[in-house]
């Protein structure tokens, strides 16, 4: 069965330090990967997403996010964290847009 | 370009009432279509999808249902509504290849 796991429920950085917010998936076949955030009360929006290709992919407000198979994981970095980041953050595993599944979410908290 | 509607925003229900959120899909055809749930701190639990019209997965048995009784349409129902009920509903949509868009999320109380 699928799977998605964010090991961290809750992550405080100070502004401007590194962000790494780890994401383990569990999937059959090749899996199509994301990375949505969502701020209180709203929908999500997509940063990132990898299909296929490089397994470095570059997303929006400058996150970024690595796929490696060997370990299973997709993690989600910014080397500079900005105080508008605050927000949860969700990682998913699709495949064909059939049955998309959700990590828990992991809650990023800025401190100035 | 594809939009997706989801109503009403809020809603207050008391126990045992009725429910009826519905969510459509602009600009594209034949799409998936997922109800997600998301309770405080739970995450985004997979409710139902859809494939088709008529065509509907439960992943969680549950008091809700689904019904998709128009390509781009897609309605979550309850007869009788639970305290448990309470929390954020989510509708999507995608395409194969393509990732999930989000509709801007329904807040339910029920009372």
């Known amino acids: 069965a699928q799977s998605v796991t964010q090991p961290d429920i809750h992550i405080t950085v100070s502004e401007g330090a590194s962000l790494e917010l780890r994401c383990n998936y569990s999937y059959g076949a090749t899996p199509y990967l994301f990375w949505y955030v969502q701020s209180p009360g709203q929908g999500l929006q997509l940063l990132l997403k990898?299909?296929?290709?490089?397994?470095l992919v570059q997303g929006i407000k400058g996150f970024e996010a690595e796929f490696k198979r060997s370990q299973s994981s997709f993690n989600l970095r910014k080397p500079s964290v900005h105080w508008s980041d605050a927000a949860e953050y969700f990682c998913a595993v699709g495949h064909t847009g059939n049955q998309f599944y959700f990590g828990t979410g992991t809650s990023l908290t800025v401190i100035p | 370009s594809q939009t997706i509607h989801q109503w009403p925003a809020t809603l207050v229900q008391p126990v045992g009432s009725p429910l009826s959120l519905e969510c459509t899909v602009e600009g594209t055809s034949n799409p998936n279509l997922y109800w997600y749930r998301q309770a405080a701190g739970r995450g985004l639990q997979l409710l139902f999808y859809s494939v088709g019209i008529g065509q509907i997965s439960s992943e969680v048995p549950q008091n809700l249902s689904a019904s998709r009784p128009q390509d781009r349409q897609f309605i979550l129902s309850s007869k009788k509504l639970l305290l448990s009920d309470s929390g954020f509903y989510l509708c999507a949509w995608t395409n194969p290849w393509s990732e999930a868009f989000f509709g801007q999320g329904t807040r339910l109380t029920v009372v």
């Open positions: 990898y299909f296929s290709g490089d397994t």
